[in-house]
């Protein structure tokens, strides 16, 4: 039993390795440049051999789909027994070939011996036109397989069908019928069209891997250099013998002596003989060396002999120039070969799957077929000759993809400059789900689709993709795996971009980077299946932006005005905030960048904006000690609008920062602000003794009269201290404000602090650049006095009852005791 396996294992493994062997077979190429049917550019699709590898195991490829649906009987090339048939009649072709110019020169009618030869060489040729119209092949254009009876009918009909049906006449029987007429036995040389089949031999062997290559050019052009002087002897001896007998003697086979011998009467020497001293003449005369013995005598053997040397000449050439390369080396066809060889030893040795083998070899083919896209033929030209030369190819395929729409010139031009042309094969994998992508394609030619691979690994297809149409860009942009399966259904003609090369452009063109987001994102949101992807590139452009502020930003801070500029002009808002809040504004103030500053204001920055913590850019070019920034920015509008001024304010004299104490003033901010315990910051100078602190309080207006929650004034706390300069600077302050204010001596040192309110005469929501100035009230003991009072002060013509003052929230103030000390309030009518 365990025999019996190992013998099984032993042939499953001998079968591997023959498919092994099969799949490192020779791979051919033809070189389609050298047909003259391919006068276009787009005729670089032309036919390739099956040998591609594009079987029915090719990852992707799918049969019924390359194949439209046509169901029939044909035959595949690769079959093995059409490969066994194609073997077969190249001896038949190589046969005919070599012996149809000795029938037309030697022979009138076919000898007994070779009848039944010549039928059988007639029979396999009828066979093969029969087996012509169900072998299918490769459309020129769309490259896919075309197996349709008809379309493979109308194919051969149009090319060899004809040449190959005369060419199976029986024509040494129709030169018997016909009287021995000369012109029917010309007829026979219509079979020398089944040469082609040995120079597609030839052609194939040159590009075998298998066969050293110097052996076969050189078995190449022996052969051809024989077969031409086999044909001229052929037609040499022709020419003797068409005359009549009686003129014979006038050719120059019948006047031929050499030595003793002569050829007068040459029809009765052997045919061996007759032959050789044939093919001798040919060779003589080609090498153009004529000994003088064997030489052309009558008029028709003269032009004959003419128009040969004329030939021989080309061939000549042809044979010395095809010499020259070998001995020199370096042809494209070698190159190809040694990279091919290099290319299978790799893949050996790493145990490559049949698959990648594949795709790597079709890749290669194409390559070596149309190199003349090749980005290295125009290397060596100057760089803007190469980018006009990209423009005049691609710029119209480019301007056109649905992903660039709205894109500026500038950055369509860039892109232009940057792509590489590449070509994909039918039934070819481009990207794969789920991988990293760091290539962007564009289609100028052919069609794909895009296919979902479902978790039972069966296929769905999402969209086809078609001209102007891209693939890779959701991966590349969005920074996420590749979310389907491109699949190439014809072959295709892309521009490909790298992802890095993408990025850079995007990097000087944001403006543009926001449109192709939004080009990506558009006709995707009603899709479900692309519900996910909407997401991502909804999340991808909030970080765009974000990343964008972040630079704008670092420009700001660093003073790069020549970096806000062009990120401006690129579409980038100076009014974006970074994660703390912080917009432009407030790092160039902070930094005391004056004409940054000067220039985001110019350009539409809201001078009073606030980051996270309550900040503006006056504050923080304040803190920073930017004088100069700060007077520009009050200038321009801005303020400090510090939420709890009397916290902030007392928590810097308890540092004893005197300096930012001194340019905060001199900003606006009130030197009365209370804090939570009401008390004012000359509470804190007093406690603490900071003589020179308190004298800045009280020059910029401090009161010494206001008591906290404790019913202490700033004398009060100075007394304590003991500070007897300090005393003294307050009494003073205090006799100037009595004196200043001698209705208020009373209810300041007698009741709680008074809260003071700023009303203004319109609707807080009503937009805030009015040159409508509102008015600094003390807070009365009523509502109604508060109305009347500052109605009065705002010169409003308004009834006190048809008037209410409410918050910025939009809520009324019922009772003064609701107001806090310092607050913004609204005037407003009454809607009857």
């Known amino acids: 039993m365990r025999s019996e396996i190992g013998r099984r294992s032993m042939v499953a493994e001998e079968e591997e390795r023959r498919r092994e062997e099969e799949d490192t077979a020779e791979y051919q190429v033809e070189d389609l440049r050298d047909d003259k049917r391919l006068g276009k550019r787009r005729n670089v699709f032309a036919l390739l051999e099956w040998d591609l590898g594009l079987d029915s195991t090719h990852r992707g490829f799918n049969r019924d789909k390359v194949f439209d649906g046509i169901k029939g009987f044909y035959i595949l090339p690769e079959n093995r027994w059409y490969r066994a048939w194609e073997k077969i009649i190249l001896v038949w072709a190589i046969y005919s070939s070599f012996f149809t110019p000795m029938e037309f020169g030697f022979f009138r009618g076919l000898p007994d011996r070779l009848y039944l030869l010549d039928i059988f060489s007639q029979a396999a040729f009828f066979i093969d036109i029969f087996v012509q119209f169900f072998v299918p092949y490769r459309d020129s254009q769309t490259y896919k397989i075309i197996v349709s009876p008809q379309l493979i009918a109308i194919r051969y009909l149009k090319s060899h069908f004809i040449f190959d049906l005369l060419a199976c006449m029986p024509w040494d029987i129709l030169y018997t019928a016909s009287g021995r007429k000369e012109e029917v036995r010309c007829l026979l040389l219509i079979r020398l069209v089944r040469a082609r089949k040995v120079l597609e031999f030839f052609s194939k062997l040159e590009k075998d891997i298998r066969v050293n290559y110097l052996f076969s050019r050189i078995i190449k052009l022996i052969a051809v250099e024989l077969y031409c002087t086999h044909t001229a002897a052929c037609i040499f001896y022709y020419l003797a013998t068409t005359l009549p007998a009686v003129e014979e003697g006038y050719t120059w086979i019948g006047s031929l002596t050499l030595g003793d011998y002569s050829y007068s009467n040459f029809r009765d020497i052997d045919l061996w003989k007759r032959y050789i001293t044939s093919l001798y003449f040919a060779i003589v005369t080609m090498a153009t060396v004529g000994y003088g013995d064997v030489h052309a005598v009558n008029l028709r053997e003269m032009i004959f002999v003419m128009v040969y040397v004329s030939f021989d000449m080309v061939l000549g050439a042809y044979l010395i120039g095809n010499m020259t390369a070998l001995i020199v080396k370096g042809s494209k066809t070698e190159r190809y070969r040694d990279r091919m060889t290099d290319l299978l030893k790799f893949m050996e040795r790493n145990q490559l799957g049949r698959d990648i083998r594949n795709q790597i070899k079709g890749h290669l083919r194409l390559q070596y077929e149309s190199n003349y896209t090749d980005s290295a033929v125009i290397q060596d030209l100057p760089i803007s000759i190469r980018a006009k030369i990209s423009e005049t190819l691609y710029k119209t395929y480019i301007e056109k993809v649905s992903l660039f729409r709205g894109c500026s010139l500038e950055f369509i031009n860039q892109i232009v400059t940057r792509v590489q042309e590449e070509f994909f094969l039918p039934g070819e994998v481009i990207m794969e789900q789920g991988i990293v992508v760091d290539q962007v394609y564009f289609i100028c030619h052919g069609n794909l689709e895009e296919v979902l691979i479902l978790e039972d690994g069966s296929e769905e297809i999402v969209s086809n993709l078609k001209l102007h149409d891209s693939f890779g860009d959701v991966s590349v942009l969005c920074n996420i795996p590749q979310p389907y399966t491109v699949r190439v259904c014809e072959l295709c003609r892309l521009l490909r971009l790298d992802k890095q090369t993408f990025t850079n452009i995007l990097e000087i063109y944001f403006h543009d980077g926001r449109k192709i987001l939004n080009n990506l994102l558009e006709g995707k949101e009603s899709d479900v299946r692309m519900k996910h992807m909407v997401t991502d590139i909804t999340v991808h452009i909030g970080m765009q932006e974000a990343e964008l502020a972040l ?89 400090l609008n510090i939420n709890d001024a009397g916290n902030f304010l007392c928590s810097y004299v308890a540092r004893g920062d005197i300096d930012f104490i001194r340019r905060i003033l001199t900003n606006g901010i009130d030197p009365d602000s209370k804090d939570y315990d009401f008390r004012t910051p000359l509470h804190v100078a007093t406690s603490q003794g900071s003589y020179l602190i308190a004298k800045l309080l009280v020059e910029a207006g401090a009161s010494v009269l206001l008591k906290d929650r404790w019913g202490n004034t700033p004398l009060d706390e100075a007394r304590s201290s003991g500070n007897k300069i300090l005393i003294k600077l307050l009494e003073e302050a205090k006799s100037l404000q009595l004196l200043e204010f001698p209705s208020c001596s009373q209810e300041a040192t007698d009741k709680t602090p008074r809260k003071k309110c700023t009303i203004y005469p319109f609707q807080p929501w009503e937009p805030k650049d009015q040159n409508r100035l509102g008015i600094l009230l003390w807070v009365p003991d009523s509502i109604d006095e508060l109305i009347e009072t500052s109605a009065n002060h705002l010169n409003l013509d308004l009834p006190p009852t048809s008037c209410i003052i409410i918050t910025e929230d939009a809520g009324k103030i019922a009772d003064v005791d609701m107001i806090t000390d310092g607050q913004k309030l609204y005037l407003i009518t009454i809607q009857a």
């Open 551 to 639: 630079r704008l930003n670092s420009a700001a801070f660093n003073g790069d005005l020549s970096q806000i500029k062009s990120l401006i002009r690129s579409g980038a808002d100076p009014n974006k905030k970074d994660y703390d809040g912080r917009s432009p504004l407030h790092l160039a103030a902070s930094k005391g960048n004056m004409d940054t500053a000067l220039f985001l204001i110019q350009n539409g920055v809201e001078v009073n904006i606030t980051d996270n913590f309550g900040d503006t850019p006056l504050l923080e070019a304040i803190k920073n000690g930017h004088d100069n920034v700060a007077s520009m920015l009050v200038k321009e509008g801005g303020s």
